[in-house]
């Protein structure tokens, strides 16, 4: 059974609280992307047996 459009969505993904810190969690985000996205890419390079796409470069 399909949910009803004019309910809206569940309450879970409606909004954040007003007082969420959003600025200070993307900083937090982008700043722990950059440190740790190299590691765990060289780790998934290393674990996962991949076929690399024609047009994608060295990295």
Do not use: C, K, N
């Not at 200070?24 to 985000?29: I, K, V, Y």
């Amino acid at each position: 059974m399909a949910a009803d459009p004019a309910a809206g969505p569940p309450p879970a993904v409606r909004h954040l609280p007003a007082d969420w810190p959003a600025e200070r969690a993307q900083r937090l985000f982008r700043r722990l992307h950059a440190e740790l996205e190299p590691a765990a890419r060289a780790i998934a390079f290393e674990t996962l047996e991949t076929i690399p796409e024609e047009d994608e470069g060295e990295h």
